[in-house]
Each structure stands twice: as C-alpha cells, then as structure tokens.
C-alpha cells in the first residue's frame, strides 16, 4: 500500500449532477495529481495541486476543478456529468519540492470508480 | 502532442517464458521514463524508472528496461515470468515542468501455470 487514500470507493451518479471526490496524500507528500482511466486505456492527466494552486492541467474542461487543503489532501469536483465521465479516478502525491525540480515519485491510490448513468 | 504506444494489448504467456513489452513515446526532449504495474484489484505500482545515466535500468521484481534514446523506446523485460506476474502493465512518460506523467493504454499479460 502507498498510504494515499481515495473516498469513495465507488459511486453512481446520473447525467447533469455533481460528484465530489476525495484523497488524502500520503504523509509528508504536498503534490496531488488526478488522473482519469477510463476502461480499456491508460490513465490521463486531469490537473495537479502543488501548495493548493492547480499548476498544471490536462485537456480538460472546465466542469472538472479541484482544491488542495494546508494539510495536502485535495478533491475532484466534477459538474453537469456526462456518460463519457465513467471512469476510474485516480489520485497521486509526490514529495519533495515544487513539482518539476526533481525526479519524483508518484504514489497512486486505489482510485474511485465513477458510474454516470 | 507527445504520446506513449504499448504495442500489445494483451499478452499470454507460460511460466518460465521470457517477457518483452514494447513502449514507444513521442516526445525529442529530456524525459523521465516510467513502467507501472496494476495487479488485480490493486492499485497502480512503480516497477522501474529512468531519469538518466544507464539507460539498462533494474527495477522490481526481477524486471528491467532498457531506454533506447534513437529508437525513443523503454521496453520492459524479465527473463523468466511466473503465475504471481498477472497484472496490466503500463509505460509513462514525463516531460516539462510539473509531474504530469502520459500513459500507454497498457497490455494485459496473463501468465498460465
């Protein structure tokens, strides 16, 4: 285990509502990245929160928005759910300094399986 | 854009068969290079990693890669895979600023006793 923790483990949504996701970084980690895997592919860069700011973002719409809290853990808001939103979540901290210094390591959590029907 | 090609979706083997996964990125820049495992129901795990120096990199589990950079390839290899080494395995890429890694779709090896 990595000691990142995701919540919930699954969830059901229907189309245009509003799903909150959580993770809680591994101790001492200040990144998180999220990351979308839908089934069948390799995960996909959603964005990424260094110190609470986002600092870097995937090729995704504005609905899919984030928060980083002073502890480090973060969540992943997503508005007005569409089918094509059915997917793993996953999220992964990092140690060290500010992302892009270094050559760190992403620890990934068991992600949160989202169903939009 | 830069991408990451895993020739083989899935894969079945023997025990005690030799293993090669393909991995091919598009990207002519500095790169940190990736594999990670997904046992099932598990989640993702590094197996091995490449920033620089040796492009011959060992990682976990018996496995290793070698970094070609003309080639822009980071095949995984392990000479003799057993039943315990089921599991989706994925190549990824980092580049610029911040840790955004790019994956491969993955290849699902099944290794049969």
């Known amino acids: 285990e990595t000691g990142v923790t995701q919540s919930p483990t699954h969830l059901i949504k229907t189309r245009g509502q509003q799903v909150t996701l959580r993770c809680s970084s591994q101790s001492g980690h200040n990144t998180v990245s999220w990351y979308q ?20 973002r995937g090729n995704f719409p504005p609905r899919f928005s984030g928060l980083q809290f002073p502890n480090y853990s973060s969540e992943l808001n997503v508005n007005a759910l569409e089918l094509d939103d059915s997917a793993l979540y996953l999220c992964a901290s990092t140690s060290g300094g500010s992302p892009g ?15 939009v029907t | 854009a830069q991408s990451v ?12 068969a030799s293993l ?3 991995c091919n990125y598009s990207y002519g820049g500095t790169v940190n290079l990736f594999w990670y495992v997904q046992y099932p129901g598990q989640h993702l795990q590094l197996l091995l990693k490449y ?12 496995f290793e890669a070698e970094f070609i950079k003309s080639k ?10 057993q039943w315990s080494d089921t599991a989706e395995y994925f190549c990824a890429v980092k580049s610029g600023g911040y840790n955004k890694l790019i994956f491969g779709a993955g290849t699902r090896l ?3 006793p």
């Open chain 1, 37 to 56: 895997q839908a089934l069948g592919q390799g995960p996909q860069f959603i964005f990424q929160y260094y110190r609470e700011e986002e600092n870097g």
């Open chain 1, 101 to 115: 210094q270094g050559m760190y390591e992403q620890y990934f959590g068991p992600g949160t399986r989202l169903t």
């Open chain 2, 5 to 16: 090609s895993q020739h083989n979706h899935h894969v079945i083997l023997s025990e005690a």
């Open chain 2, 20 to 22: 090669e996964l393909g």
């Open chain 2, 51 to 62: 920033f620089s120096g040796d492009p011959l990199v060992k990682g976990i589990k018996g």
């Open chain 2, 72 to 81: 822009f390839s980071f095949n995984l290899r392990k000479p003799s895979v």
């Open chain 2, 110 to 112: 099944a290794v049969h």
